[in-house]
């Protein structure tokens, strides 16, 4: 079984660009979630989808940060301008349903100077 | 109060010690519990699900106290493999999954 495929892996940025990540959860996967991990810290919730609609976002800074899941398959997550405090690790997971565990994949090292 | 919190560490042991964690929960409807395992720059794996009448796997047990609202893991015969950083996770009674900000732990030779 494939696992959850993320890109890119590493990303170095200027302070006010724009940059997007893109995940590809297990097959037959309906829950999908982002988290950001900063250095020292446990993943945080960033956005959460069951299929092809948000479940909560609430954690998600909408001024700059948007995710869609187009299809209910793939999905992105963008920030838009970027700030020096979003350099962090992206990570993407899926589950089955709603109370299985989650698989991650390797998540996108992001760098913002 | 976090949702789910843990002593960050470091726990250094020598191997063959046994080493336990625990993490509290503040939401009592979560329903689901796990302990994931971090690698330095590497993702989170799942090491074990919890269950309400306790499990174990190999050298790991993982308990759950309802009451009390806390969680533990339990390494036995800790080996070098095993230092890495030690991630509590649970539902928080919204099927949303909220981690812990895990418990590093380095095992000595």
């Known amino acids: 079984e494939a696992g959850v495929a993320q890109s890119p892996r590493y990303k170095i940025i200027e302070k006010r660009q724009s940059v997007a990540f893109w995940c590809n959860p297990i097959?037959?996967?309906?829950?999908l979630y982002w988290y950001q991990q900063i250095l020292g810290q446990g993943p945080k919730l960033l956005i959460q989808?069951?299929?092809?609609?948000?479940?909560?976002d609430s954690q998600l800074p909408k001024d700059r940060f948007s995710a869609e899941r187009l299809k209910g398959v793939d999905s992105t997550l963008k920030i838009q301008p970027a700030k020096l405090e979003d350099s962090a690790v992206y990570l993407c997971?899926?589950?089955?349903?709603?109370?299985?565990?989650?698989?991650f994949g390797q998540g996108t090292r992001l760098t913002v100077v | 109060r976090k949702e789910v919190e843990q002593d960050p560490g470091p726990f250094n042991v020598p191997e063959g010690a046994t080493v336990a964690f625990n993490c509290t929960y503040s939401?009592?409807?979560?329903?689901?519990f796990f302990w994931y395992r971090q690698d330095c720059r590497k993702e989170p794996k799942l090491l074990m699900s919890?269950?309400?009448s306790g499990n174990e796997d190999g050298r790991f047990t993982a308990q759950l106290n309802r009451a009390s609202q806390y969680i533990s893991l339990l390494i036995r015969d800790s080996k070098l493999s095993d230092s890495a950083t030690y991630l509590c996770?649970?539902?928080?009674?919204?099927?949303?999954?909220?981690f812990g900000t895990g418990t590093r732990l380095k095992v000595l030779a």
């Open positions: 919890v269950y309400s």
């Open positions: 939401n009592s409807a979560s329903q689901s």
């Open positions: 097959s037959g996967h309906a829950t």
């Open positions: 997971a899926s589950t089955r349903s709603r109370t299985t565990e989650a698989f």
């Open positions: 989808f069951q299929n092809n609609g948000v479940v909560d």
């Open positions: 996770v649970t539902d928080s009674g919204t099927y949303k999954y909220i």
